[in-house]
């Protein structure tokens, strides 16, 4: 992907901007106005693949992200690669502007969330607007369209900022999954350390259909590792499952997994099989690695043909 531009959630200075400069291999980076845009010119063929936030380990899933991958009415994407950027925020202002002088607060609205309880205890008097992204609120204040932002150091140095409060987020050690996305093609070879992400669609609403979905995942010993609903637009009630589980697509017990959920769901998107940032994985339960599947299919097969079983 080198030679190949990517889109990110801009414009630079973002947390979007910081998490796609830690990979040169995505290729070259070009700013984009929205998560939607960004994924929209994925599939114009406009750019080959965009990187776009898809969690955060205070405020959760990204819905622009989750949503737009999962909408069925547009062609599928697929995930290639995940970021994992440790999010810190500082509240930027116009050189000589005071605290008492703050009137408008610009940020993302995951940013505000999570740093909610200090603008409220610091800067209870200020009106909090959000932005598409932090950067763009950098960008704002600098305008002079809003007295402060809440976005990143690189942001605020980026676009001439002064900071007037440095770690205003309520908790310490925020992490922000991005994930790289692409059109559909070969998937990423296994490397032992890989996530699976997907999106289920109940084939009706009935008691224990979300049970009956989960339980082909326990009963191969498929971890799961997110899971979450979001609205279908279907109405009132009407939800679908996206989540990430341990492995990889090639795996017997994913793969297996994948074809009972294809039978149990009205629609199964596949997302991606790809490595982990972190690079853990947990190791299959016992009964449950490729090879074990491979014995048993290998003794149904020979009972099948009338030999004497193990």
Do not use: K
């Not at 080198?2 to 973002?14: K, N, Q, R, V």
């Amino acid at each position: 992907m080198s030679d190949a531009t990517i889109g990110y959630l801009g414009p630079p200075g973002s947390f979007a901007h910081q998490a796609v400069l830690t990979r040169p291999d995505f290729g070259e980076p070009e700013p984009m106005a929205s998560v939607p845009q960004a994924l929209a010119a994925v599939r114009a063929g406009s750019i080959a693949a965009a990187l776009v936030p898809f969690e955060n380990s205070i405020e959760g899933g990204v819905a622009a992200t989750l949503d737009g991958l999962g909408d069925l009415s547009r062609p599928p994407l697929q995930i290639r690669g995940e970021v994992l950027l440790p999010v810190h925020f500082v509240l930027a202002v116009r050189a000589g502007t005071t605290a008492d002088q703050v009137r408008t607060v610009a940020t993302h609205p995951h940013a505000e969330a999570q740093c909610r309880g200090w603008l409220a205890r610091e800067l209870p008097g200020a009106g909090v607007v959000l932005t598409a992204s932090t950067s763009t609120a950098a960008q704002e204040v600098r305008a002079e369209v809003y007295d402060a932002a809440v976005c990143a150091p690189a942001a605020a140095e980026l676009y001439g900022l002064a900071v007037l409060a440095d770690g205003v987020e309520d908790s310490t050690g925020a992490v922000t999954r991005f994930v790289v996305v692409a059109r559909p093609g070969e998937v990423t070879v296994p490397t032992g350390i890989d996530r699976t992400t997907l999106v289920l669609y109940e084939r009706d609403d009935h008691p224990g259909s979300l049970l009956a979905m989960l339980t082909e995942f326990a009963v191969r010993g498929v971890n799961l590792t997110r899971l979450e609903s979001r609205p279908t637009g279907g109405g009132l009630g009407r939800y679908c499952f996206s989540l990430d589980c341990d492995g990889h697509i090639a795996d017997a017990r994913v793969g297996e997994t994948m074809t009972a959920l294809a039978r149990v769901c009205s629609e199964v998107r596949f997302l991606g099989s790809y490595p982990r940032a972190d690079g853990g994985a947990a190791a299959p339960a016992r009964g449950m690695s490729d090879a074990d599947f491979t014995a048993a299919a290998e003794w149904l097969a020979a009972l099948r043909r009338g030999e004497p079983g193990r």
